[in-house]
C-alpha cells in the first residue's frame, strides 16, 4: 500500500520568512495530493492541492510542487504570519472506489511563526 | 467552509461501555470518512461508505463498527469501550459526484474521547 513520509516533523521560522514542507510517497499510481491545516481543536482544513497531470499550483502566499519521478512533493508558504501557525499535513490518495478515495496521511509538521 | 458536525466534541467514558460517535453533514455529501487521529498526530481511515447502506473497512484496523441508513449521518460505535480506544476521531466527507476524479475531503472538527 500507500505510505507516505513528511518533513520536517517541527518548523519554526520567523514571521515574514518562508516555510517548505517535504513529503514523498511510494505508489507511482497515486494521482492527488492535498495539503491540509489544522489549528488547535479544529478539524484539518484543506489549503491546497495538486493532481498529477499538474508540476506546480498557486493560491496567494501558499504553493506547492509535485515531482512524479522523485516521487515527491512540497509546500511552500511564503511571507509567513503568526494565523499560519498550525499542524500541516500532506497526503496521497490514488484509489476511487466507487468514487470513494482513501487518503494516506503523512506524520504531520507542526509550524510555529515566531513575531 | 464545510457544513459537518460531531458530537460530542469530547467524551471521558469508564471501560465496557457502549458509546456512538455521530457525525452528520448538511451537504448532500455521498461519500463519507472516519479517521483516528492520535498524539502522535497521524490520520489513519478506519471506515468509509460509499453511499446509502454501504460501509467498508480503512487501512487501520478498527474495534469500531459504523453504519449509513441516511446519506446525512454516519455514526461511529464502539461496543465496549477500552483504555485503548483513548484518541480523537475525526468524520469527513467528499461530493463524489464524479467518478475518476479525486474530490475534496472536508474534515468535521472531531470528537476527543478519553476511556479510563
Known amino acids: 500500500g500507500e505510505n507516505v513520509e513528511q518533513h520536517p516533523s517541527t518548523l519554526s521560522v520567523q514571521e515574514g520568512d518562508s516555510a517548505v514542507i517535504k513529503c514523498t510517497y511510494s505508489?507511482?499510481?497515486?494521482?492527488?495530493f492535498p495539503w491540509y491545516k489544522q489549528e488547535l481543536g479544529k478539524g484539518p482544513q484543506l489549503i491546497i492541492d495538486i493532481r498529477s497531470n499538474v508540476g506546480e499550483k498557486k493560491d496567494q502566499r501558499i504553493a506547492v510542487t509535485l515531482n512524479k519521478t522523485a516521487k515527491h512533493f512540497s509546500l511552500h508558504i511564503t511571507e509567513t504570519q503568526p494565523e499560519d501557525s498550525a499542524v500541516y499535513f500532506c497526503?496521497?490518495?490514488?484509489?476511487?472506489?466507487?468514487?470513494?478515495?482513501?487518503?494516506?496521511f503523512g506524520q504531520g509538521t507542526r509550524l510555529t511563526i515566531n513575531p | 467552509e464545510a457544513d459537518i458536525y460531531q458530537t460530542p466534541r469530547y467524551l471521558v467514558i469508564g471501560t465496557g461501555k457502549k458509546i456512538t460517535l455521530e457525525c452528520s453533514q448538511t451537504m448532500g455529501h455521498d461519500k463519507m470518512y472516519w479517521y483516528q487521529q492520535d498524539p502522535g498526530m497521524e490520520l489513519h481511515l478506519i471506515h468509509y461508505s460509499y453511499g446509502v447502506n454501504s460501509t467498508e473497512k480503512g487501512d487501520l484496523s478498527s474495534e469500531s463498527t459504523v453504519s449509513r441508513i441516511r446519506t446525512e449521518h454516519f455514526p461511529l460505535t464502539l461496543e465496549s469501550a477500552r483504555p485503548s480506544h483513548t484518541s480523537q476521531y475525526l468524520c469527513a466527507s467528499s461530493p463524489g459526484l464524479a467518478v475518476g476524479y479525486q474530490e475534496t475531503q472536508y474534515f468535521g472538527p472531531g470528537t476527543r474521547l478519553l476511556v479510563l
Open positions: 497526503a496521497a490518495s490514488r484509489e476511487q472506489i466507487q468514487g470513494a478515495q482513501k487518503l494516506v
Open positions: 505508489d507511482s499510481a497515486s494521482n492527488y
